[in-house]
């Protein structure tokens, strides 16, 4: 793997790589603790790089050149990693029964169209999903240790909701406002967002002065993702929808529309 140093830790680069082959690990290497975005599902659009936090601790009894942690998907007989590249920004050290322990705190830079993923190099839409982990410690003696982990990683397709409106504006106290939008989902095999119906979305209200939104009813979008409603204007405020995600699909907010109710 190549490296290059940069301001704040280490930068590992890892386009063009593909995971090596598993073998057992060993007594003297291993590694724990792998955690990738605090625990929460990385969301990737079409287009941006996303950063993501991963920790770990790597054990070892014999001295290492380097090492690294990934998450990785099997295409066929090949296997092919999550992240294009990973600046370390620590390792605290320590020592006890002859081992060395360095707990890791590095980001992760995911690019959905940047990836030696085998398939186009970039992400495609199976690749929603909990992808594994490994762990690889490269020895001064030259060998390696190479371990397979129990920990995943999830990743989502990007949502989010287009040309949200509360209408008419101004509106007269006890009228009718609609409220308008279309759910829309990353889709990463054609690099494009597509319509999402059938989505369970919130709508929400913030009063004027106030920095909450509140769940005022929900509503499913129709088959081309499109959603509709009426509510009753009562008060100054700020409309938006929200969804919430699901175990593919990322969770996203509107852009707020404001209503003045005279």
């Known amino acids: 793997m190549a490296a290059a140093v940069v301001a704040g830790g280490m930068t590992l680069v890892g386009v063009g790589l593909t995971a090596p082959a598993a073998h057992a690990a060993e007594s003297d290497v291993s ?3 792998v955690v990738f975005n605090n625990g929460e599902p990385i969301v990737v659009g079409i287009s941006a790089e996303v950063e993501a936090r991963l920790t770990y601790t790597v054990k070892s009894k014999v001295a290492l050149d380097d090492w690294y942690v990934d998450a990785y998907r099997s295409s066929g007989s090949n296997k092919y990693m999550l992240s294009i590249s990973s600046t370390r920004w620590s390792c605290k050290t320590s020592s006890t029964g002859g081992y060395t322990f ?3 705190d590095e980001t992760v830079t995911i690019d959905p169209n940047g990836m030696p993923v085998g398939h186009g190099n970039h ?3 199976s690749d929603a999903a909990a992808w594994k982990t490994l762990g690889t410690a490269i020895k001064k003696n030259g060998g390696y240790d190479d371990d397979l982990l129990s920990a995943t990683v999830s990743l989502q397709r990007a949502s989010r909701i287009q040309d949200a409106n509360a209408s ?4 007269a106290k006890g009228k009718q406002i609609t409220v308008t939008g279309t759910v829309q989902r990353a ?3 054609e690099h494009r967002y597509d319509n999402y119906g059938g989505r369970s979305v919130k709508l929400q209200f913030k009063p004027a002065g106030s920095s909450t939104y509140s769940t005022v009813k929900s509503v499913t979008a129709g088959s081309t993702g499109h959603l509709k409603t009426t509510v009753t204007a009562s008060q100054d405020g700020t409309w938006r929808w929200r969804y919430s995600g699901n175990t593919t699909s990322g969770a996203s907010n509107s852009s707020g529309d404001y209503v003045d109710v005279s």
């Open 168 to 171: 008419p504006e101004p509106v």
């Open 102 to 104: 360095r707990a890791c």
């Open 187 to 189: 889709n990463w095999s």
């Open 31 to 33: 590694f724990s603790k």
């Open 123 to 125: 992400l495609v839409n």
